[in-house]
T-cell receptor
Framework: AQSVTQLGSHVSVSEGALVLLRCNYSSSVPPYLFWYVQYPNQGLQLLLKYTSAATLVKGINGFEAEFNKSQTSFHLRKPSVHISDTAEYFCAVSGPGSARQLTFGSGTQLTVLP | DTEVTQTPKHLVMGMTNKKSLKCEQHMGHRAMYWYKQKAKKPPELMFVYSYEKLSINESVPSRFSPECPNSSLLNLHLHALQPEDSALYLC????????????????FGSGTRLTVV
């Protein structure tokens, strides 16, 4: 079985600051890892995904994440956040083959302050 | 077309009503999913369709009845719901169905906000 744990249910940062959202995974097989963003009253939008290629993954809107196998982590970061990045962020994991179901972490609410 | 379209966007229904949620994608994806999301919580998987056949039912009450008429459409029929069923219902699709390889992520629709009164 695979799972993800997101540390910190709420993160507040000032506009222009670096933000780091933490995600640790547990998987018995090489996982596929994803970060999704959900703006208020909307569905989920894929930010980026790790699929066993490069360990540093670049996504949309200036976000990036680094896969660290030894620390079983897949933290999301953005060097300079904007107020429009205020949203809920979900880390998710799926396995290959029959374990393809997407399992979400509990989410982190990011608030960017002016 | 790279979208998953869900209708309606909002739905208010009484506990004795019958209604349906609709989801449509034209990306050629062969797996489609229904998720339920309560406020401030992550989405919870309800059903998975793989090649138009129901593959996973996560012990969902029978008052929720999924249907996949063809590879582009997914419906969720609702009957005799309870107020605790009020939530955001999300549809998603992925190129790879269960059991196949690949990294394919899910594409989500914007959801149907359901309120049961």
């Amino acid at each position: 079985a695979q799972s993800v744990t997101q540390l910190g249910s709420h993160v507040s940062v000032s506009e222009g600051a670096l933000v780091l959202l933490r995600c640790n995974y547990s998987s018995s097989v090489p996982p596929y890892l994803f970060w999704y963003v959900q703006y208020p009253n909307q569905g989920l939008q894929l930010l980026l995904k790790y699929t066993s290629a490069a360990t540093l993954v670049k996504g949309i809107n200036g976000f990036e994440a680094e896969f660290n196998k030894s620390q079983t982590s897949f933290h999301l970061r953005k060097p300079s956040v904007h107020i429009s990045d205020t949203a809920e962020y979900f880390c998710a994991v799926s396995g290959p083959g029959s374990a393809r179901q997407l399992t979400f972490g509990s989410g982190t609410q990011l608030t960017v302050l002016p | 077309d790279t979208e998953v379209t869900q209708t309606p966007k909002h739905l208010v229904m009484g506990m004795t009503n019958k209604k349906s949620l609709k989801c449509e994608q034209h990306m050629g994806h062969r797996a489609m999913y229904w998720y339920k999301q309560k406020a401030k919580k992550p989405p919870e998987l309800m059903f998975v369709y793989s090649y138009e056949k129901l593959s996973i039912n996560e012990s969902v009450p029978s008052r929720f009845s999924p249907e996949c008429p063809n590879s582009s459409l997914l419906n969720l029929h609702l009957h005799a719901l309870q107020p605790e069923d009020s939530a955001l219902y999300l549809c998603a699709s992925s190129r790879a169905p269960l059991g196949s390889g690949g990294d394919y992520g899910y594409t989500f629709g914007s959801g149907t906000r359901l309120t049961v009164v």
